[in-house]
């Protein structure tokens, strides 16, 4: 069964979080600093405010990213240390984010969708994944 690596999927669902940390520490910074002053309020709202916008990001979207496992007959979701097994048949549909290089999958039975990132590969696995369609010259 093929995967992404592990540091990547980690990279991918853990950012917002780093990243919205970050901004409430540079928030942190101006407040200490240059609190006394308009600008340094202003500068400490607006990096507390995109901090705050980051973590929501975090709370909606990481719970949605899933490890994923595709083989030649079946698709394993791993989440909370359990894997769970489907066959192509149960993936309802599957759409590839190219600007967030994710791919959405929804899959028969199961609530909502499943974002997870390819495997280092970019040929077509197992025939899950369409292909591009051969253009003939004439």
């Known amino acids: 069964m093929k995967e992404a690596s592990l540091v990547k999927f980690y990279f991918a669902k853990y950012f917002f979080l780093a990243f919205g940390l ?6 942190l910074s101006f407040m200490i600093s240059h609190g006394n002053t308009a600008k340094g309020q202003w500068s400490a709202f ?4 995109i901090g705050l916008i980051l973590m929501t990001i975090q709370i909606v979207f990481a719970t949605k ?3 994923v496992s595709i ?6 979701v791993i989440e909370y240390g359990t894997m769970r ?3 192509h048949d ?3 549909s599957l759409r590839f984010i190219s600007a967030f ?5 929804k899959i028969r039975g ?6 997870f990132l390819p495997c280092e590969e970019t040929e077509v696995i197992y025939g899950l994944f369409p292909s591009a369609i051969p253009i003939k010259k004439k």
């Open 22 to 27: 970050l901004q409430w520490t540079i928030s």
């Open 85 to 87: 097994r489907y066959e």
């Open 65 to 67: 990213i899933k490890r």
């Open 46 to 49: 607006l990096f507390f405010t």
């Open 71 to 76: 083989g030649k007959k079946k698709v394993a």
């Open 110 to 115: 199961r609530k909502g969708p499943i974002y």
């Open 101 to 105: 290089n994710f791919y959405r999958m």
């Open 90 to 92: 149960d993936v309802k």
